[in-house]
């Protein structure tokens, strides 16, 4: 199998579909029974290598040199270092808290590239950055309004922001290690072994802090549920993140975030049509114009296509 590059506006339209998928998973996992989150995490990402191994079994390449372990393995612990947070963090943090802190991930990776030379120093990207920011807070807050949420800053929140760190990292260890042809050009093959080390940290994790003999309760809906989970919420929505990696600087990927609360906004909508209000609308338009200016971005010299196509 030979990587086809993306031209950046196909990686654009993939990054759309990604928050799509991102924000339908919300709904997804409120439709679960109650188990235990790291080993239903570790569960997701095992189904979602499953299905990328049967793509990938014969594929040139598939198993990665010892150069590139050294990436997967800090890849993994980024995803392992999020998702553990976010799930710690969730009982000792508001949703108001964890949602104004999220809208530092793309900055947060902007200044990280920058750092690690794969951001372009210029002001456009991080203006759009900011008017982005400004538009998920304004949609997290109008929530907030209607639930009654407050903002606050302890321990949770401070768990939550080491996370936040770990989701910034992880896209621009990918374009570092790309552009230094430390990784394979498959976006496939990235997002396997990304996600088969990030999930074995995770699951681990889970044996230790987990009563993991909970998953035994698992009804047929729940497993029905975690397979689309594993398949369209975990390998698709990160193989297209790895694939817009070829072509896009890790600011504009993360920035595709900032469209996840306004499509959980729209299915909000569609559930109970009577909490639309004029309060959402500030936010939803500054996430739409921020989206907008982010199409017409071009892409920095680092952010060129990978040197080769082939399988490294």
């Not at 030979?2 to 799509?20: D, N, Q």
């Not at 009804?219 to 990160?238: N, Q």
Request: net charge positive.
């Amino acid at each position: 199998m030979t990587l086809e590059t993306p031209s950046a506006r196909t990686a654009h339209l993939g990054m759309l579909l990604w928050a799509t998928l991102v924000g339908l998973s919300f709904p997804a996992v409120g439709l679960l029974s109650e188990l235990p989150p790291f080993s239903l995490t570790a569960l997701r990402f095992a189904i979602a290598c499953l299905g990328l191994a049967l793509l990938l079994r014969r594929v040139p390449g598939f198993w990665p040199g010892w150069r590139a372990l050294p990436w997967f393995a800090a890849m993994g612990l980024c995803l392992a270092g999020f998702f553990g947070a976010m799930f710690w963090a969730a009982h000792h943090a508001t949703a108001l808290s964890m949602a104004t802190l999220y809208v530092t991930v793309p900055l947060l990776a902007y200044g990280m590239g920058l750092g690690l030379g794969v951001e372009r120093l210029a002001w456009r990207l991080p203006a759009i950055l900011a008017l982005g920011a400004l538009g998920a807070l304004g949609l997290a807050f109008a929530e907030a309004q209607q639930r009654g949420g407050e903002w606050r800053l302890g321990a949770g929140e401070g768990v939550f922001f080491l996370g936040c760190l770990c989701s910034a990292l992880y896209p621009v260890l990918s374009k570092r290690g790309l552009n230094a042809g430390r990784l394979p050009a498959s976006a496939a093959v990235r997002t396997f072994w990304s996600l088969a080390l990030g999930g074995t940290l995770i699951g681990l994790a889970g044996l230790t802090v987990e009563p993991v003999t909970r998953l035994a309760s698992m009804t047929w809906r729940d497993g029905l549920l975690i397979v689309y989970l594993g398949l369209c919420s975990s390998a698709l929505t990160f193989w297209l993140m790895q694939r817009a990696t070829a072509v896009l600087t890790p600011g504009a990927i993360t920035a595709y975030g900032y469209l996840v609360p306004f499509v959980s906004m729209l299915l909000l909508f569609l559930e109970t049509p009577s909490r639309l209000d004029w309060v959402w609308l500030p936010g939803s338009v500054l996430v739409v114009l921020a989206i907008a200016l982010l199409l017409h971005h071009d892409p920095s010299p680092s952010a060129s296509p990978v040197r080769s196509s082939r399988e490294r």
